[in-house]
T-cell receptor
């Protein structure tokens, strides 16, 4: 099992460009999440999908859109990238809500917006 | 937005020493988790605590949830270089929520 995979691993964008971060899990998990991690700020939840067909906003959703393509895949789209979106992005998945189940994280995507 | 403050931010110690990392908030949490993250990787869950006053042990790591469920601590006994990493606490304000609030992290370096 690969667990949670993310592509790409690194990306450099210019302000205003768009891109989609891909995430897939092979653990048959119901729930998937997108976080961003910035120095000195821990991880902040952008969007989550509690189950296939549903998505909800997290703490910092502005400037992002998500798609739960199927049970395995959850993508994050930046429509018009801004320097403030320079960060490390992590996808995670869990079978149940995190309090009662383990959240497994992918290796991250390092995004720089110039 | 509720905050989880961790202290210290940075810690550099010699192999064999003991250490404690703290996670504090003014909010009450229904559950709290501790993660360890190594460079270039995602966080890995170490433990979840749900009951005020709860103590959990994982080999040389001892986790405690405060009686009022507003704070938590992680104590490492006889630290080893393999303990080096970023330690994150994360709390959920309500049970069943999917929204966890992460602390700012404690970066630990254990020198051989």
């Amino acid at each position: 099992n690969a667990g949670v995979t993310q592509t790409p691993k690194f990306q450099v964008l210019k302000t205003g460009q768009s891109m989609t971060l891909q995430c897939a899990q092979d653990m048959n998990h119901n729930s998937m999440y997108w976080y961003r991690q910035d120095p000195g700020m821990g991880l902040r939840l952008i969007y989550y999908s509690a189950s296939e067909g549903t998505t909800d906003k997290g703490e910092v959703p502005n400037g992002y859109n998500v798609s739960r393509l199927n049970k395995r895949e959850f993508s994050l789209r930046l429509e018009s990238a801004a320097p403030s979106q320079t960060s490390v992005y992590f996808c995670a998945s869990s079978s149940l809500a995190p309090a009662t189940d383990t959240q497994y994280f992918g290796p991250g995507t390092r995004l720089t917006v110039l | 937005t509720q905050l989880l403050e961790q202290s210290p931010q940075f810690l550099s110690i010699q192999e064999g020493e003991n250490l404690t990392v703290y996670c504090n908030s003014s909010s009450v949490f229904s559950s709290l988790q501790w993660y360890r993250q190594e460079p270039g990787e995602g966080p890995v869950l170490l433990v979840t605590v749900v009951t005020g006053g709860e103590v959990k042990k994982l080999k040389r790591l001892t986790f405690q949830f405060g009686d009022a469920r507003k704070d938590s601590s992680l104590h490492i006994t006889a630290a080893q270089p393999g303990d080096t990493g970023l330690y994150l606490c994360a709390g959920a304000e309500t049970s069943g929520t999917y929204k966890y609030i992460f602390g700012t992290g404690t970066r630990l370096k254990v020198l051989a």
